[in-house]
């Protein structure tokens, strides 16, 4: 499969705690994104990097959040001390540079109890 | 502010019919829009995509319909199949400043057989 993958699909956390999120993308795309999905609504831009490089955030990104992309191939996203409205989809999707059709992986369903 | 509006949260089609999703956007920095299609625990699927400088791309049953003046968009999928029914996603990007995406809130399509 060489789609964009994430892992895992699904955690459950207890508030306070913390938990990360790895997303693979399409290889040899540089841009990749993370955006945030609430139930009912559309997924929301969160960061995004090219190759390494963050380039972006959004004011959603609280201080509590941090993405990482290291070698400009995977990437992970860190939230720390999860509140209860962190819960949401966290969707991952990447695009070769210059093209303009992100293509999403499956999401990771979080939910804080 | 919502920069990126579907009205209408769902719509109800019978097979073989057409169906027309619409779409509404207030910045007029975006030069690229963008229709996915998400079933629910899945990550949104790309669908079809219409730069600013044209103002219809058809692929097969789907076509995408621009009107600059308008800041309007508007999918039509003819003739609609159950198999479409799912949530569709308007979204639009600037390509200046790094393509991340602004989606809509989405609209359910409903095919009935």
């Known amino acids: 499969d060489t789609g964009v993958s994430q892992d895992p699909r699904h955690k459950i956390t207890k508030r306070g705690q913390n938990v990360t999120f790895r997303c693979d993308p399409i290889s040899e795309h540089n841009r990749l994104y993370w955006y945030r999905q609430t139930l009912g609504q559309g997924p929301e831009f969160l960061t995004y990097f090219q190759n390494e490089a963050q380039l972006e955030k959004s004011r959603l990104l609280s201080d509590r959040f941090s993405a990482e992309r290291p070698k400009g191939s995977f990437s992970t996203l860190e939230i720390q001390r999860t509140e209860q409205g962190d819960s949401a989809m966290y969707l991952c999707a990447s695009i070769l540079g210059g093209g303009n059709e992100q293509f999403f992986g499956p999401g990771t369903r979080l939910t804080v109890l | 502010d919502q920069q990126v509006k579907q009205n209408s949260p769902s719509l109800s089609v019978q097979e073989g019919r057409i169906s027309i999703l ?34 219809k791309n058809e692929d097969g049953r789907f076509t995408v319909f621009l009107n600059k003046s308008a800041k309007h968009l508007s999918l039509h999928i003819v ?35």
């Open chain 2, 79 to 113: 003739p609609s199949q159950p198999g479409d029914s799912a949530v569709y996603f308007c979204a639009a990007s600037d390509n200046n400043a790094g393509n991340m995406l602004t989606f809509g809130g989405g609209t359910r399509l409903m095919v009935k057989p």
């Open chain 2, 22 to 55: 619409n779409c509404d956007y207030t910045n007029s920095m975006f030069d690229y829009f963008l229709w996915y299609k998400k079933y629910p625990a899945e990550g949104p699927t790309f669908l079809i995509s219409i730069s600013s400088i044209k103002d």
